[in-house]
């Protein structure tokens, strides 16, 4: 048993580090702070390119599509490389993990034609227009509607939680195309372009004063049937093959979140009542032990998913457990850390010690990582659901027409 | 037995409640946010002294009410229910002060510009590097005092500081009138509540009280700040309740579902134990009763639970919407860790909960 | 505030404490261990019959049912004072506590008239049968049927939990007499002969190894139909009555259960891993904290209800609390206290330190605690939905007739 | 990146978790609960030594397959699940201290007796008043012990027993042939696993490696150990899991319930924290990590955090049926006060995982 590289996989990494020492050497430190969107996209969109070129992009997709046909290890590989160096990321982890592959999967040849080349390329950028104010963990509650006219579909709605639509040129949007079916039968999903009349993108705010995501009105946005994904009324199910690549991405710690090592620094400096040095206290150490028990745990479920993958196997579904284990460790650890403090970790901004600060920042953003992608509540479903095998909750709109819904 | 608030309190309370629901809650608190927003509600403050609030505490004798605590509780449960953005809470914190400890002159320089609402007063206890409130580096002159105070609820609008440093026999109060001291705002997490750095350099004060009143009024301080963090609490168990009873997911309101009704129970089971140890501390302090240390620390650790967990929960339950920018869950997200804040983490009450039982236990002995 | 008496109330406690000194002396200490049945029976039917004598039974009964027609205030502090010495207790709590008012409240004339007095005296012993096998949290699910013959009912069925069935001369149970009907509209209640044919009671042994309930089988047991309490299909009803009075009596923490104190002690005899006293361990003392906060709350959260008793007034619904709290903190603290003892906290019986053998005690009975009278889950939605209002969970049976009903 | 058990530990986990369903479980594990009842099941043990378990892991030299530490897991764990009524776990753990530790002559004494399942040997740790493997009264005159050794598992049936006590650095370990011992029965919660007292009183012994293999032993035991937990909290698990598929409640499954499901999910995220840890331990063990310290002490929190849950919400969610005699959710709830007694509680562990964070952080400053 050991972390080592096969020797295959040790072979492309090594290739691979040799590339990007060669032509990552600009994104060596990070970039500078605030950003502003157009350079980001600039950035990211020369990156991209660069990438292209090279053969590192679509990494697992079919060659046919333009991929490179290699393995999920392969991605991961490059990943693990190309994070040790602060190249833009995010602009198109949507646009090609999930959007792309529903819209070769699912769409015609000419459309495929159309846009597949350009968005690897980076050419063009993809959002996913799913979520609604009232379809967000029932994402089958979608109320935007699509109604044909000749040749084309009229939409009419409002889609929330969309990332980077503001940069968006395209977005697959599932609507609601018969309201008398009951509310999983009646969707049809389209492409869209994004900067067509009638789209409107409004960014939201979140609690912690950040904007990642937005909202998106349709007034009458017209799309051609040639756009549509799948058939109609199979929108549901063409979401779910979408929604699969969700499930995946989302997972570990984020990068620079605090962790046990956190408290095990912040401890030694302030004091536990007794006086003496917090470390020295049991409670500090049974919270840096469930801390590091919690995420390291995490890292390692998703080392025995990775293993599965090296051998060519699929992973067990162990790695259902890593979001909701690693918010709410977030959330604990920040609470916990920020309570050691006292005063101090509650002054904020300029005045604010900056290993505090960003316990204040992981405090506030785990409450949103606890939602994102799966709240606590619906993963647990999953998890016993589908890896224990418990019955579902009672469903009891999933038979009536979607138009005669009376909530219970 | 007699468990329960008097009904003068009860009065008290309804009414302002009743007030601060009108002129306070998640609205004004909104406004109050904007980093232009003023440090107070000036109306809102003006006529609660006009409804005797501020003058409920202090004795008749300085133009107050001469009223018991219990009215400050149920002041500070409806000025935390409500997020009111004013300085009452403060005010009524430095007031017992004075009231427990505060020589005849003192209380005489002091309580009746409180009781009319003209001085504003908050608590300087905190420093940077301290974590609680046994710890503090002000050094006293005698006559003066030298250190940094800091967070400090309310500076800003405060004519005067309750602050505690070093003593004889280990920290104690002192007052320092504000007038030309030195202050400045801090940032804190709670965007609403003001906070400010009292750097005192040489700065005239006078002691208030012993080290032993210190600790006295530590106790009633966390009795007080316990029935602020029940109405906190409250209101965000409340917001989570009503939202559970209308948003609807998968065909049925989700306060149908297990997973989020047992959250809202664990959020009334939380506030009742905070609540019951709350009242015991009320009913220590009207008795003078040898329990209180003990009861006030339980009341501040059960209170801080409560309140962290439907702070957190309130946000978990609404979902998506709940971490917007422009949902009320922010409100009581980021005021917990005010109160917090306010007078020390739970690790150290829980600790001096202990210390006082030990104590009983060698006292039995 | 106060917890003083009222002083009408301390009169009573005054007359009261007086009495027991007077009449309690036997009981000053407790009883032998291991005292077989028939004493414990005999013992508790003499106190009984010294308390009626006394005019110390049926406090809040109305007159005309041979109660004193006093408050519960009254009840309460007879009680308070009754603790104080080691009279037999438990044989007619569930009788006079929860039968006999249903009796009253239901029973035709004839029947209050055979029953009550003798109940109320001691002579006559009473259980409740409602529980079944497959009808524990969902008590309307009961299969045990009663079915006409002329003036009389055939039961049929099997009841479980029965507290002092052995012992007791009737019960009154709850039986399906229209299995065509909805699951909580087709019961009807009846007193029974736990003496008559047909009717077998079996002891269950518990975990602990005490064997508290019983099981109780009915095999053609008759029962004339002016034993009937209410009407017939009203047996849903006339149950809740009876159980509101059981809510009420379930609650505090176990008269002799460890508490924080325990901890206390404990702690000062063994080490932390430091090798220091584990009292000076931050996460003992954080322990011991929760404790006193857990079990001194619901202390005082009962005396507020007391308060509004004193007062004339309905106690609040804070003291649902009560149960789901102590079993868990129960739980949790002997499970800590056991934990920080080693192998001394795992050796048992004649070979167990005192102290210990009772956390070992406490570790198996909570977790029975945590179940009897209603589990944490349904404690938890009692909270919830009479408490906060929110909705009842999805009842797929709730309007199907019991005999077609499939479970989903 | 391979990690994951090799192919041939993961078909000797088969084996014996298909012998030992079919031999094992809760039906001979209520037989063997009689107070008459033998000390082991003898025939299961003639077949497990028949079968190599107790070999797996001597070296060939010594008669045994020279197997790994995932070769020992594998059957800790279904010895763990099965609740098998045999000194299977006590003697793995005896060998690795064997193994690990011994003396070319002391392997050659017992490893081929226990490879061939001739010699059971037992661990005996535990004293009365030691909480965790740090404390140790027990004292060594270099070739004999005097102490008390309680409560130790399978003592009864064992040989040999591998005695922690004094040594020149701090404790160690020591081999007690126990021929002529002085032993006695204890009870204790568990009522299947049988434990005993081991006198000691100037009783030959021969010492076993020095106070770092005893350390060093600690850290495989307790890889061990957890795989054991790991074994029957899945199995409480899995007991839970069929229950709530099954029983009825208000019309339907209980399983239906996002209570009963997300307690289930609860104990299958646990048991994978566990699993991810152990394996981290069999990992290290193999290449001979550095990070085996922290890493074993993170398997056994993380093992008996798993083991409290499983054990304790099975009898919760099995509901009044789960509390009675007959039910076989006791056999779990008891043997997890078993497995915390079998090496340490979990807050000593916790301590030791820092401690070793600690010392990797002062190394790498």
Redesign the interface.
């Given at each position: 048993?050991?972390?080592?590289?096969?020797p295959q996989?040790a072979e492309f990494r090594a290739v691979v580090r040799a590339w990007l020492n060669e032509n990552a050497t600009e994104y060596r430190d990070p970039p500078p702070e605030g950003m502003k969107l157009p350079e980001f996209i600039a950035r990211s969109k020369a990156w991209q390119a660069k990438k292209h070129a090279a053969g590192y992009t679509g990494i697992t997709w079919p060659k046919m599509f333009g991929g490179q046909g290699l393995t999920p290890m392969h991605s991961i590989i490059y990943g693990q490389e190309e994070s040790r160096w602060h190249v833009p990321q995010g602009l198109y982890s949507i646009g090609l993990g999930m959007c792309i592959p529903t819209v070769f999967t699912h769409g015609n040849p000419e459309v495929v034609q159309r846009y597949v080349p350009k968005a690897l390329l980076g050419e063009e950028v993809w959002c996913q227009l799913f979520?609604e104010?009232?379809a967000?963990?029932?994402l089958a509650?979608i109320r935007t509607k699509a109604v044909r006219e000749g040749d084309e579909w009229v939409i009419d709605g409002q889609k929330?939680?969309t990332s980077f639509a503001h940069a968006s040129d395209f977005g697959i949007v599932v609507c609601r195309t018969d309201p008398n079916m009951p509310?999983h039968k009646g969707l049809t999903m389209f492409i869209v372009n994004m900067k067509a009349p009638g789209v409107t993108v409004k960014g939201?705010?979140?609690?912690?004063?950040g904007s990642d995501f937005n909202e998106v009105f349709f007034d009458g946005v017209r799309v051609n049937d040639s756009h549509r994904l799948g058939a109609v009324g199979d929108g549901w199910k063409v979401a779910l093959t979408t929604l699969m690549h969700e499930r995946l991405a989302v997972g570990g710690k984020p990068r620079y979140a605090p962790g046990?090592e956190t408290l095990?620094k912040l401890a030694k400096g302030?004091?536990?009542?007794?006086?003496s040095p917090?470390?020295?206290?049991?409670?500090?150490?049974?919270k840096?032990?469930?801390t590091?028990?919690?995420d390291?745990?995490?890292k390692?479920?998703q080392?025995?998913a990775?293993?599965?993958l090296?051998?060519g196997q699929v992973p067990g579904p162990?790695q259902s457990?890593s979001k909701?284990?690693v918010a709410k460790t977030m959330?604990d650890l920040a609470?916990f850390a920020?309570?050691?403090?006292?005063?101090?970790?509650?002054?904020?901004?300029?005045?604010?010690d900056p290993e505090l600060a960003k316990l204040?920042g992981s405090?506030?953003g785990s409450?949103?990582l606890?939602?994102?992608g799966g709240?606590?509540?619906i993963?647990?479903?999953i998890?016993?659901?589908r890896?224990?095998?418990?019955?579902?909750?009672?469903?009891?709109?999933?038979d009536?027409p979607f138009n005669q819904?009376v909530?219970? | 037995m007699n468990f329960d608030f008097s009904d003068e309190a009860k009065e008290l309370g309804e009414q302002a409640r009743k007030l601060l629901a009108e002129k306070a809650g998640t609205g004004p608190a909104r406004k109050a946010m904007a980093a232009d927003a003023a440090a107070m509600d000036a109306a809102l403050w003006k006529e609660i002294a006009e409804l005797g609030w501020t003058a409920a505490r202090v004795p008749e004798a300085h133009g107050g009410l001469g009223l018991t605590v219990e009215e400050v509780a149920q002041l500070a449960e409806a000025a935390g229910g409500s997020l009111a953005h004013v300085p009452l809470v403060s005010t009524l914190l430095a007031t017992e002060a004075l009231v427990l400890a505060g020589t005849e002159a003192q209380q005489a320089k002091w309580l009746p510009g409180i009781a009319s609402g003209e001085i504003i007063a908050c608590v300087a206890w905190s420093e940077p590097g301290a974590v609680s409130p046994a710890t503090v580096k002000t050094v006293s002159s005698g006559s003066a005092l030298t250190g940094v105070k800091q967070p400090v609820a309310d500076l800003a609008v405060a004519h005067v500081a309750i602050v505690a440093a070093a003593g004889a026999d280990g920290p104690q109060l002192y007052i320092v009138d504000l007038k030309g001291a030195q202050t400045a705002a801090v940032e804190t997490v709670d965007l609403v509540r003001r906070h400010g750095k009292l750097t005192l350099d040489n700065t005239p004060a006078e002691a208030l009280g012993n080290a032993g009143d210190y600790q006295d009024w530590l106790d009633r301080a966390a009795v007080i700040l316990a029935y602020e963090a029940i109405g906190t609490a409250g209101a965000a168990m409340a917001m989570t309740v009503d939202y559970a009873k209308t948003r609807v997911a998968f065909g049925q309101k989700i306060g149908r579902y297990q997973a989020v009704k047992h959250k809202c129970a664990d959020m009334y089971i939380k506030l009742e134990l905070a609540r019951a140890h709350a009242l015991h501390g009320l009913a220590m302090i009207g008795t003078n009763g040898a329990e209180l240390r003990q009861v006030a620390a339980a009341a501040r650790v059960a209170s801080l639970d409560a309140l962290a967990y439907c702070a957190e929960e309130n946000v978990q339950l609404h979902g998506g919407i709940g971490f917007t920018w422009e949902s009320d869950c922010q409100f009581y997200y980021r005021r917990n860790r005010a109160l917090v804040a306010a007078l020390g983490p739970r690790g150290w009450w829980a600790d001096r909960l202990v210390r006082a039982l030990e104590q009983r236990n060698s006292a039995a002995a």
């Open positions: 048993m050991d972390f080592n590289d096969a996989e979520s104010p009232a967000g963990s029932d509650g929330v939680w509310k939201i705010k979140q609690m912690s004063g046990y095990m302030v004091e536990a009542p007794d006086g917090a470390i020295g206290a049991s409670d500090v150490r049974q840096i032990a469930q590091y028990i919690n390291q745990g995490i390692l479920t080392m025995r990775l293993s599965a090296s051998k162990e457990i909701v284990v959330q609470s920020l309570d050691l403090s006292g005063g101090d970790g509650f002054v904020a901004g300029a005045d604010a204040q405090y506030i409450a949103g606890r939602i994102a709240t606590d509540e993963l647990r479903n998890i016993a659901e890896v224990l095998g418990l019955p579902g909750d009672m469903r009891p709109d999933k009536t819904s909530p219970a | -």
